[in-house]
């Protein structure tokens, strides 16, 4: 790849900035545990998608019946 | 307010529900004023550089950049937890808005990945890459990225306190949008973009002060100080005065299409015209008045004909009241505002008509007996969620929380205006006025005499001067919760404004589990917050890197 071409100075804005970074480390740490924790913690243990499970896939019958069902 | 909190029944699966909520977004808006009010502090820091080409203003910047950056890396992806919650807990409400709240979201990730991804790289990496024009927009671009993800958040959320654009489709149950433009430009949604960036604006010039006067105190970092007050104090005091008008502008709109909500935050029984705003009164912050039999609330101080200008722009204008709204009122063009026992019949009639749409659907009925139940739906769908209403009294919000939250926010906001305006004075030399404050503050011991002549001296001032500005921060965050405490609890008992009351909302989980949930939650949110703050002290403590 040319040095002056625009892909390698978008690509060396990147590299040489994550690797000087010093306080960036310590946040992209936490970003990351973050992240793991939001998406595969909690998403994956806690979270999932009530209408998927208790639908059967006729969401709109489901939500229908809920609905019509609590108005008594 | 949450009455059912220990109960293992429905009723506690919706006050869990709702707490965890709150809980989220309340930890969730602790980042984000602070992004938008810290991205407007860099950007003037960083423009400074640009103009002058000093390196201090370049020291400055990428000092308020570093905080923004642990701030922003800190606050990142704690809206997420949000839609799962709504993906979970409120399943029956997510599958009932559709798209409406799918589109402006989608907006709000995609938008906010590629302008944060890019210009926040810009911004971090790119001092030795790029030039100094294109280093400034990148850091300008950053907090509009926000600030425009902001939009679409609030987009969402106004479209649920005054829904637009939208059509039910009692097919898919969803609700349609047939308009993006009129979800995505509500008035409802301006006025609250408005009040909520500018609110935030607020924020980061106070942190910006309270940081600064922990220099001054400390004798260190005196021309960063003093330098970035200057700017932390205009911006402060320009966002106040604009805060004040934007709020304005957004209690006009909650008159307009949440008058419940207004009469609530002002506790006010029984409207009528020429209406004063509430200065002060007794409303027991634990329990729900008698809205029914009391005239007013008790030791009411109010500002006379000011609530009428508030909501209606107009002194003498007509503000309708809790008793009004609950038993009809006469709006002053002519038109009549049905009593909640009528909007419960009209919802109950559009409820049974969707079932019976659907029945006649299923049984393959003729096209005129589908036709004549869609007809009663579409005539009876503005009241739908009256429909699940038993009692009319449960369309009135807990008044104490709104009536007390407003005057907390609105009471904190005019302390801010105050306290920069003699921040202001102080800092700068004001023919006259700035004498007259400094002689104002020594004559009543808050400044030493030494000091009363002498104009822009900001260090050796007694400690509490900077203490006031540090115990300001979290006053801010205070009233800025406040504001959405106002906004959240003041539309009570609906997620969807007379669509949708939280109980039909509310997915068919155990309370169990929702409520352990939220003890995770508030274990993992304290500790992220506890690590934030020592991070933020750390890099306040270190202060900026000198090259």
């Known amino acids: ?72 | 307010m949450f009455n059912h909190l220990f109960l293992d029944i429905d009723a506690g699966t919706i006050d869990w529900s709702r707490a965890q909520f709150a809980l989220t977004a309340i930890y969730h808006w602790l980042f984000v004023p602070l992004t938008l009010g810290l991205a407007v502090i860099m950007g003037i820091a960083e423009t400074k550089y640009y103009r002058t080409k000093d390196e201090f203003w370049k020291e400055a910047a990428k000092f308020w950049q570093k905080l923004f950056g642990v701030n922003f890396a800190m606050g990142v992806a704690t809206g997420i937890i949000l839609e799962f919650e709504f993906g979970t807990n409120w399943s029956n409400y997510s599958w009932f808005v559709g798209d409406i709240f799918g589109a402006p979201l989608a907006v709000e990730g995609i938008v906010a990945f590629f302008m944060e991804s890019t210009f926040v790289a810009v911004m971090f990496f790119g001092w030795k890459k790029v030039s100094p024009g294109f280093h400034l927009a990148s850091t300008w671009l950053t907090g509009l990225g926000a600030t425009i993800s902001a939009w679409w958040i609030l987009v969402a959320n106004a479209w649920m306190q005054y829904p637009v654009g939208c059509e039910f489709n009692p097919d898919t149950m969803r609700n349609e949008m047939v308009s993006f433009a009129e979800v995505a430009l509500s008035p409802f949604a301006v006025d609250k973009f408005c009040h909520t960036v500018i609110s935030s604006w607020i924020i980061g010039a106070i942190f910006c002060v309270a940081v600064c006067c922990w220099y001054l105190m400390k004798k260190r970092e005196t021309k960063l100080a003093t330098e970035s007050m200057k700017i932390g104090v205009w911006v402060g005091l320009i966002a106040a005065l604009l805060a004040g008008a934007t709020g304005h502008k957004s209690a006009q709109s909650v008159g307009e299409v949440q008058p419940m909500k207004l009469a609530a935050m002002e506790a006010l029984y029984n409207g009528g015209t020429d209406q004063g705003l509430t200065a002060i009164a007794w409303v027991n912050p634990f329990c729900q008045p008698d809205y029914a039999n009391e005239e007013s609330a008790p030791l009411k101080i109010e500002i006379p004909y000011a609530l009428s200008f508030m909501a209606t722009n107009d002194f003498n204008g007509y503000v309708p009241g809790i008793n009004d709204i609950l038993n009809g009122y006469t709006k002053p063009d002519g038109t009549v505002e049905p009593s909640v026992d009528e909007k419960i019949a009209r919802g109950k009639k559009a409820i049974e008509a969707l079932a019976a749409y659907r029945q006649a659907k299923a049984e393959g009925a003729s096209d005129s007996m589908v036709n004549d139940q869609l007809s009663i739906i579409k005539a009876n769908m503005k009241y739908f969620g009256y429909g699940y209403i038993k009692d009319k009294n449960d369309i009135v919000p807990f008044i104490p929380v709104n009536f007390w939250a407003f005057r907390i926010m609105v009471g904190l906001g005019c302390v801010f205006i105050l306290y920069f305006i003699v921040l202001l004075l102080l800092i700068y030399d004001i023919p006259f006025f700035s004498v007259l404050t400094r002689r104002l503050l020594a004559s009543v011991g808050l400044l030493p005499e030494t000091m009363a002549d002498a104009p822009r001296q900001l260090t050796g001032l007694p400690s509490w001067h900077y203490w006031t500005a540090i115990a300001l921060v979290p006053l801010a965050y205070i009233a800025s919760e406040c504001g959405w405490l106002v906004a959240e609890f003041g539309r009570q008992p609906w997620t969807i404004q007379d669509m949708l009351p939280t109980w039909a909302a509310v997915s068919d989980l155990h309370a169990s589990s929702v409520a352990f949930t939220f003890i995770l939650f508030l274990i993992l949110f304290s500790t992220m917050l506890a690590v934030e703050i020592s991070i933020l002290f750390k890099q306040i403590k270190k202060g900026p890197d000198h090259e």
């Open chain 1, 1 to 72: 790849m040319q040095k002056d071409s625009f892909l390698y100075k978008v690509f060396d804005l990147y590299y040489d900035g994550f690797r000087s970074m010093r306080l960036g480390r310590t946040l992209w740490a936490i970003i990351l545990i973050k992240l793991v924790i939001i998406f595969v913690v909690l998403k994956l243990f806690f979270f999932p998608d009530f209408l998927k499970q208790n639908a059967k896939g006729d969401e709109a019958g489901y939500v229908a019946t809920e609905l019509t069902e609590r108005a008594k």
